[in-house]
């Protein structure tokens, strides 16, 4: 598995302000990327200058590895799947996704080479470097206030391409938690389907032990059970607390 930061990159079209290139580099580095390509920028040394080193704040690493091409071919190659910012839709136009159904299907797809590709704060992309991309992508925003400063749009895809990987990579793998949720917050390993059967089975006889659960008439408790933890998202550690529980009340039972 190939994780989506290593293969999506940001291109920056024709940008006017050097300080809108340093937070877009800020903003895609604390969504953990740092593959930024600068399609001629209106001054040569944007990436030199100071209001692009003020505003990457510590993403001078990005700044510092990111390139500078005349074409957005050049900054396209090696891309298998690029798709255009932009705030409006047009006529001839490549399919239109939304932010988070582009990165859902990027994330899915293990090895593709991805690129978004952003138009200047004046003119945005052109008719012809939208039609160079594979796929158009709009943030659905105020119909009558649509555009949205170039870092935060870029800030805005690199999130939700963030969530996508995570959402991939365990939540919606683990049993139970929400299709496309990101596991965030202090996480311990998922346990495995194997582990949690065999506390549902420790956990019955426990029950059974105990004469809480009659196996003559064990009506929904096992089901219901099943149905509280699946919405858990359990962990390795906690399944291991709660197998210590059923062990325990299975030797208190036998004294
Ligand atoms: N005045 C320009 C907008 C420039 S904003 C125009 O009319 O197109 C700079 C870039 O940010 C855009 O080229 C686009 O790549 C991105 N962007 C801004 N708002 C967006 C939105 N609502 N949806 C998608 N991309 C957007």
Redesign the pocket.
């Known amino acids: 598995m190939s994780s989506i930061f290593s293969r999506l990159r940001f291109v920056l079209?024709e940008t006017s302000h050097p300080g809108n290139i340093g937070a877009a580099a800020r903003a895609i580095k604390t969504m953990g990327f740092d593959d930024l390509v600068l399609v001629r920028p209106r001054f040569a040394d944007a990436l030199a200058r100071e209001e692009a080193i003020a505003f990457a704040s510590g993403a001078l690493d990005v700044l510092e590895k990111a390139r500078v091409v005349d074409t957005l071919e050049q900054a396209l190659e090696g891309i298998q799947y690029a798709a255009?910012?932009?705030?409006?839709l047009r006529e001839y136009s490549p399919p239109v996704h939304t932010?988070r159904q582009f990165a859902e299907s990027v994330a899915g797809q293990d090895g593709l080479r991805a690129a978004l590709?952003?138009?200047?704060?004046?003119?945005?992309?052109s008719n012809e470097s939208v039609l160079q991309c594979q796929a158009l992508?709009?943030?659905?925003?105020n119909p009558d206030y649509?555009?949205?400063?170039?870092a935060?749009?870029?800030q805005l895809l690199a999130y939700e391409c963030r969530m996508a990987e995570a959402g991939g990579a365990g939540g919606a793998g683990s049993e139970g938690a929400p299709a496309g949720a990101g596991r965030i917050g202090f996480l311990g390993d998922p346990a495995s389907a194997g582990q949690i059967e065999g506390m549902y089975a420790h956990l019955e006889q426990a029950l059974v032990q105990l004469g809480y659960l009659d196996p003559t008439n064990p009506k929904k408790l096992m089901p219901r059970l099943r149905r509280l933890f699946t919405r858990t998202s359990l962990e390795t550690e906690e399944v291991n607390i709660l197998r210590g529980i059923a062990g325990h009340i299975i030797s208190a039972c036998k004294k």
Do not use: D, H, M
């Not at 255009?84 to 409006?88: E, H, I, V, Y």
């Open positions: 079209v255009a910012l932009s705030a409006r932010p590709v952003l138009g200047s704060e004046r003119y945005g992309l992508v709009n943030i659905p925003a649509s555009s949205l400063n170039l935060q749009a870029v």
